[in-house]
């Protein structure tokens, strides 16, 4: 597609209910990321896929966070017994550099317009 | 904690002011970028700066990389209300798989 495309746009969701955020990259884009964005705060990383891997978990803050891209296309985040700290805007980001992120600045990522959840 | 820390976190001027914001960070960044994101939307790249001292222009705005590449600048002439949103600026470790953001500043740009 021309551009990054994100569903639900928007989610509200019981406490302890599980949901699951979808991602469509752009065609083509081998690397895809995930990150979090508070209200008031900058996006905070989550995770990293270069097509089908996942080459870093590190910013997912629990076990209850779980992230796959099973074909190298579309990703799935899904949050498992969503808890009220997890309301936040979901961002995914593609790139068509394949190598790590920034190399001299030469990476360029796309966001999409972000999946916000609210948790009651 | 914030690695990149951005002020002023609010500002609001009048059409036609100057206005500078400012990124700083304790840690080196191999290239540091700036984001506008509007609500409702995902950031949208601005610029990417990758050399100490270096300075990009694009149109009314101007970019600076600080010459030990640990903070940022972006000063905005005769701003205009179409400029107003959320500017965030991000850093990027050399081939880290990160972009680390700072919070943000809100600007408002009244007619």
């Known amino acids: 597609g021309a551009g990054v495309s994100q569903s639900p746009r928007y989610k509200v969701a019981k406490r302890g209910q599980d949901v699951a955020l979808r991602c469509d990259p752009i065609s083509g884009h081998v690397s895809l990321f995930w990150y979090q964005q508070a209200l008031g705060q900058g996006p905070e990383f989550l995770t990293y896929?270069?097509?089908?891997?996942?080459?870093?978990k590190s910013g997912l803050p629990s076990d209850r966070f779980f992230a796959e891209r099973p074909e190298g296309s579309v990703s799935t985040l899904k949050i498992q017994r969503t808890q009220q700290e997890d309301s936040a805007v979901y961002l995914c980001?593609?790139?068509?550099?394949?190598?790590?992120?920034?190399?001299?600045?030469?990476?360029?990522?796309?966001f999409g317009a972000g999946s916000r959840l609210t948790v009651l | 904690t914030q690695l990149l820390e951005q002020s002023p976190q609010f500002l609001s001027i009048q059409e036609g002011e100057n206005l500078t914001v400012y990124c700083n960070s304790s840690s080196v960044f191999s290239s540091l970028q700036w984001y506008r994101q509007e609500p409702g939307e995902g950031p949208v790249l601005l610029v990417t700066v990758v050399t100490g001292g270096e300075v990009k222009k694009l149109k009314r705005l101007t970019f600076q990389f600080g010459d030990a590449r640990k903070d940022s600048s972006l000063h905005i002439t005769a701003a205009q209300p179409g400029d107003t949103g959320l500017y965030l600026c991000?850093?990027?470790?050399?081939?880290?798989?990160?972009?680390?953001f700072g919070a943000g500043t809100i600007l408002r740009v009244k007619s």
């Open positions: 980001a593609s790139s068509s550099y394949r190598g790590p992120l920034l190399v001299a600045g030469a990476n360029v990522l796309t």
């Open positions: 896929f270069q097509n089908e891997a996942q080459l870093d």
């Open positions: 991000a850093g990027a470790k050399l081939y880290g798989n990160k972009l680390v």
